[in-house]
């Protein structure tokens, strides 16, 4: 798996895994990821839910959204808990909208700007698991520096405990 996603993290730095997103959500990019993705989709095969998206119900709060068939593109969606279905188009969108935010804007701000975006922003709609918190709360960590304020190294601590859960 690490050698399929090579070129890409070499290009953007940054570790992608969903098949869904590469496959359909990043036209722009879809020239690099078609070849290395359309023999394996490598998602859910370590059980780290790393595409996974929260459940859009409210009343759903812990449920995880995930591909029923993982190795079609065009699978639907459903979650683990009430068994909601979405239609893949609508789950690469948020999956797009998500890492279209995280890319240009999140991911290269301020520490404390990162910490505020995870809190009010992304926990409404990706998991803890997903690849996008994961990788914006290894940004913090790498810039949350010995001499930042106590309320950062705090947050800094709880997202070292989270990843490594
Ligand atoms: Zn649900």
């Given at each position: 798996?690490?050698?399929?996603?090579?070129?890409?993290?070499?290009?953007?730095?940054f570790?992608?895994?969903?098949?869904?997103?590469?496959?359909?959500?990043?036209?722009?990019?879809?020239?690099?990821?078609?070849?290395?993705?359309t023999s394996?989709?490598p998602?859910?095969?370590?059980?780290?839910?790393?595409?996974?998206?929260?459940c859009?119900?409210?009343?759903?709060?812990?449920?995880?959204?995930?591909?029923?068939?993982?190795l079609?593109?065009?699978?639907?969606?459903?979650?683990d808990?009430?068994?909601?279905?979405?239609?893949?188009?609508?789950?690469?969108?948020?999956?797009?909208?998500?890492?279209?935010?995280?890319?240009?804007?999140?991911?290269?701000?301020?520490?404390?700007?990162?910490?505020?975006?995870?809190?009010?922003?992304?926990?409404?709609?990706?998991?803890?698991?997903?690849?996008?918190?994961?990788e914006?709360?290894?940004?913090?960590?790498?810039?949350?520096?010995?001499?930042?304020?106590?309320?950062?190294?705090r947050?800094?601590?709880?997202?070292?405990?989270?990843?490594?859960?």
């Amino acid at each position: 798996m690490s050698q399929m996603v090579q070129p890409v993290t070499d290009v953007y730095g940054f570790p992608f895994h969903d098949g869904t997103l590469l496959a359909s959500a990043w036209s722009g990019l879809s020239c690099l990821w078609t070849d290395a993705f359309t023999s394996t989709l490598p998602w859910q095969e370590s059980g780290t839910y790393l595409g996974a998206l929260k459940c859009v119900r409210e009343s759903c709060p812990e449920g995880r959204l995930l591909p029923i068939n993982p190795l079609k593109i065009s699978s639907l969606w459903r979650c683990d808990r009430c068994n909601l279905k979405m239609d893949n188009i609508k789950a690469s969108k948020i999956q797009e909208i998500a890492g279209r935010m995280i890319l240009n804007n999140a991911i290269k701000r301020e520490a404390s700007y990162i910490i505020d975006y995870l809190n009010d922003h992304i926990v409404k709609f990706l998991l803890p698991t997903n690849q996008f918190t994961v990788e914006l709360k290894l940004q913090a960590i790498k810039k949350i520096q010995s001499d930042r304020p106590l309320a950062e190294l705090r947050e800094k601590e709880k997202y070292c405990i989270e990843i490594l859960d």
